[in-house]
């Protein structure tokens, strides 16, 4: 990998501050960052907070509360609801007003479950994803720059009117001189979904999503990773995108995107 999103500046009391890349670029407006890095930036902060507790994270939850500037920002992470088998994390991140002050931009929470040896029931709802040649993108990929040019997006042939599926790597770091865990990784790409299960025209529709919902039901491995994923429309301007995750060991979780949908 080349490159970073984040650059790791300095403490402030309780927060940590980080300088935003052009990495973290939206496809949708270049002024604001794609969901995907803060979400791998805050469910960073939630790891380092949870250590070595024996507790592992089963659910991650980013809310996008504005639009998230591409500007140096602030990260705190703490126990929102401490327990011994099962605990709440939350981190959010902040980003600079006019006037100096700061507002929250993003939170995560982060649902820890206890360890316990349950190998000899493991069982998959779907059956592994193989990745094989790629086919092109479709046309709005071209060009963008940002987030998509920091991401490998490998397409998969699918049959018409089914769900798309993409195999994606992160192509840089998510900060600088840091290393990343495999579930930091899978962060950087999963806020994707929403583009990869689109079903709309983006030149005649918006498709925003408001947030990200992850379940895991278990850790992901390695740095590849392939989204199912296809939108449903409402006919009220709302809408849901669903996606099934798969690292090259198998099936990982599930992800829910709520979607404000707009006529251009």
């Known amino acids: 990998m080349t ?4 650059r790791r500046l300095s403490a402030d009391g309780e927060f940590e501050v980080f300088e935003s ?14 969901g995907s890095p803060p979400l791998a930036l805050l469910t960073k902060a939630i790891e380092e907070l949870a250590g070595d507790s024996g507790l592992r994270i089963g659910r991650l939850s980013l809310d996008i509360l504005g639009a998230i500037p591409v500007v140096p920002v602030r990260v705190r992470a703490w126990v929102q ?26 939170r995560v929470t982060a649902w820890l479950l206890a360890n316990s040896d349950t190998g000899d029931v493991t069982s998959d709802r779907y059956p592994p994803l193989v990745e094989g040649e790629a086919v092109p993108l479709p046309e709005w990929f071209k060009g963008l720059g940002g987030y998509i040019e920091a991401t490998s997006f490998r397409r998969q042939q699918t049959p018409d009117g089914e769900a798309e599926v993409y195999w994606l790597r992160p192509r840089a770091h998510l900060v ?19 583009g990869i299960g ?3 025209d983006y030149r ?31 006919p009220d301007g709302i809408g849901v995108t669903t996606a099934e995750i798969f690292d090259r060991e198998g099936f990982v979780g599930t992800s829910a995107q709520t979607l404000l949908v707009q006529r251009r």
């Open 3 to 6: 490159g970073f999103h984040y």
């Open 176 to 194: 600088e001189n840091e290393d990343s865990t495999p579930l930091e990784k899978l962060a950087l790409v999963i806020d994707s979904a929403n």
């Open 81 to 106: 609801r401490p327990g011994t088998r099962i605990s709440m994390l939350a981190a959010e991140m902040l980003a600079p007003r006019p006037d100096g002050t700061h507002r929250v931009v993003a």
């Open 204 to 234: 005649q529709f918006v498709f925003m999503n408001t947030d990200t919902v992850v379940h895991l039901h278990r850790l992901p491995t390695g740095e590849d990773f392939a989204l199912r994923a296809r939108a449903s429309i409402g």
């Open 21 to 34: 890349t052009d990495n973290t670029r939206s496809n949708w407006d270049p002024d604001i960052q794609h």
């Open 198 to 200: 689109s079903v709309l």
